[in-house]
């Protein structure tokens, strides 16, 4: 006959890690987040089926950009939709920049109507096909730098409109269609244009108000290259005319 059973001995040492399990299914995608001028947000996507619209409207509500805190933005290769059709045009906000990969090795294609820029907001390196409507600028310092700029309109026929003063750098605004224009400004401001190609059916550039300096650049159209006298100052500097006038 068993006597009684006696107490619990002392746990024994802990054994051996087992092997690693099976990785569990990837969670939902974190928001987006943001880093300084130094060390920039990556944003890595599909060449199609992403909004840049989209995403800067949620960056909007948690991050806001300023001049002691711009945002860049890096693109990898690949397209990308900047807008959707009249309820979310792209508007680049102050003092953010979208960097692309490369004219050509990265493209915003607009979906939706005008393309806005802020003051202070820079696109580089990229080409931006405006698609039925063109690129705009809205305020101080506005820039392209880098960018082809591809506008196929038949109803607006510009390619980039500035209302404020801005750059045009290392750049190329190719408008096609009848009557149309690479560059059309309207504003009390200043106008840089250097080292880039401003390409028109009818006009490369018309101004209505303003000044407007003109480096290093081609101008290519069919017709006159038209400026209007409102005793803003217009400068060309070692920059070539191909076979149209200036009026």
């Not at 860049?72 to 508007?91: C, H, K, M, Q």
């Not at 063109?134 to 510009?158: I, M, N, Q, W």
């Not at 045009?168 to 250097?194: C, D, K, P, W, Y």
């Amino acid at each position: 006959q068993l006597g009684p059973r006696g107490p619990t001995g002392p746990t024994g040492p802990t054994g051996p890690d087992g092997a690693t399990g099976a990785a569990g299914r990837t969670g939902p995608t974190g928001p987006y987040g943001l880093g300084g001028t130094d060390n920039p947000a990556r944003f890595i996507s599909q060449p199609t089926g992403f909004n840049l619209q989209t995403m800067l409207v949620d960056l909007s509500k948690t991050q806001v950009a300023t001049a002691t805190n711009p945002i860049v933005i890096r693109l990898e290769p690949g397209t990308y939709f900047a807008g959707d059709p009249n309820t979310n045009p792209f508007n680049l906000p102050e003092w953010v920049t979208i960097e692309g990969s490369g004219e050509g090795v990265t493209t915003l294609k607009n979906g939706g109507t005008y393309a806005t820029l802020a003051d202070h907001a820079t696109l580089r390196n990229l080409t931006f096909d405006t698609g039925d409507f063109y690129l705009t600028g809205g305020g101080p310092d506005s820039t392209l730098d880098h960018v082809t700029v591809l506008a196929r309109s038949t109803t607006f026929r510009l390619g980039a409109c500035f209302a404020g003063s801005g750059k045009v750098l290392h750049s190329r605004l190719i408008a096609s269609g009848q009557a149309s224009t690479a560059l059309f400004l309207n504003f009390s401001g200043l106008m840089v244009v250097e080292d880039s190609l401003l390409q028109g059916e009818a006009t490369s550039v018309r101004s209505l108000a303003g000044s407007v300096a003109l480096v290093r650049t081609e101008l290519v159209a069919q017709a006159a290259i038209g400026w209007t006298t409102d005793g803003g100052t217009k400068a060309c500097i070692e920059t070539t005319f191909g076979d149209a006038g200036l009026d």
